[in-house]
């Protein structure tokens, strides 16, 4: 199975800088990188995701990119606001699009005004 | 325009008392989920339907059942639960190639 390590478990930055979060995998297979924000008492939800044949995706102020040689992707959070304070989970998945999610163990992001 | 339902948001049960949790989604998705999240953890993959075919994760308890009656439906049956299965349940949703879950807003379930 998938062996996912998260860095760092907190993270906390001035309102307007940037937060970079950073996720390792173990299975080389792995092709589908996505990263799942969860406020306090919410679902997850999906903000962001990249393919195995993609090496980075931006939509406004966040981005992902990927090293599959170096099986790591990180999240990047530009111009950070209050209301991006979250948990941040990554959930590197290999095999068919059926398959369920192994997460990492979450990133506290604090955003300090 | 809610797609992924669960029932109750909240649930209490005694100690050793069964208990059932619902999912319903008006995706018209083939795949359900469910998650167990723990204070502070991560979501954890109990098992999931693949249409209705049933995929048990090797270290759910088997404490822990499923059914899944018709596409739309799916629920999480807890047989005898203990304190340590205090924890939000999520259900979740795909299309088989479609690689973006959907996720419930969960059931916390509190066990006395």
């Known amino acids: 199975g998938e062996n996912v390590e998260q860095h760092p478990s907190t993270l906390s930055v001035q309102e307007g800088d940037s937060a970079v979060i950073k996720c390792t995998y173990s299975d080389?297979?792995?092709?589908?990188?996505?990263?799942?924000?969860?406020?306090?008492?919410?679902?997850?939800?999906?903000?962001?995701?990249?393919?195995?044949?993609?090496?980075?995706?931006?939509?406004?102020?966040?981005?992902?990119?990927?090293?599959k040689t170096a099986k790591h992707f990180s999240l990047h959070i530009t111009e950070t606001?209050?209301?991006?304070?979250a948990v941040y989970f990554c959930a590197p998945r290999a095999g068919g699009g059926a398959d369920g999610l192994t997460f990492g163990k979450g990133t506290h992001l604090i955003i300090q005004p | 325009d809610a797609m992924v339902i669960q029932n109750?948001?909240?649930?209490v049960t005694q100690f050793g008392k069964p208990v059932t949790l619902s999912c319903s989604q008006t995706l018209n998705h083939n795949v359900m989920y469910?998650?167990?999240?723990?204070?502070?953890?991560?979501?954890?993959?109990?098992?999931?339907?693949?249409?209705?075919?049933?995929?048990?994760?090797?270290?759910?308890?088997?404490n822990f059942q499923s059914r899944r009656p018709n596409t739309s439906f799916c629920f999480l049956d807890i047989r005898s639960p203990g304190l340590g299965d205090a924890a939000m349940y999520l259900c979740a949703t795909s299309r088989d190639h479609v690689y973006e879950q959907y996720f419930g807003p969960g059931t916390r379930l509190t066990v006395t």
């Open chain 2, 8 to 11: 109750p948001r909240y649930q």
């Open chain 2, 34 to 62: 469910w998650y167990q999240q723990k204070s502070s953890q991560a979501p954890k993959l109990l098992f999931h339907y693949y249409d209705k075919d049933f995929n048990n994760e090797a270290d759910t308890p088997d």
């Open chain 1, 81 to 85: 606001q209050p209301e991006d304070s």
């Open chain 1, 28 to 67: 080389s297979a792995s092709n589908y990188f996505p990263w799942y924000k969860q406020e306090l008492g919410k679902r997850p939800q999906l903000i962001i995701d990249i393919r195995s044949n993609v090496g980075e995706k931006k939509d406004q102020r966040i981005a992902v990119t990927l090293n």
